[in-house]
């Protein structure tokens, strides 16, 4: 394939573009975590909660969950975690 020079640069800033991309997806994958959840909720509950953000919403019923967390948590000795 020939090309003239305004076209071969349109290739190779296009080449360089993708390298870029490429670093940069190479970057993200390395950085990622596993996603561990915190709490292994049983499926009657995970259903119960989608029911409940549904008809109450996301922000108060997870407003209500972390309350309830917070209190459960409360009575346990965290200070000696071993």
Do not use: C, W
């Amino acid at each position: 394939m020939r090309l003239n020079k305004e076209t071969r640069q349109r290739y190779s800033d296009a080449i360089d573009r993708m390298q870029e991309g490429l670093d940069a997806m190479i970057d993200l994958y390395n950085e990622a975590a596993d996603d561990v959840p915190l709490i292994a909720f049983e499926e009657r509950v995970v259903e119960d909660i989608e029911k409940a953000k549904k008809k109450y919403g996301e922000a108060f019923i997870n407003h209500k969950i972390n309350t309830i967390v917070k209190e459960v948590l409360s009575f346990m000795d965290l200070e000696d975690e071993k």
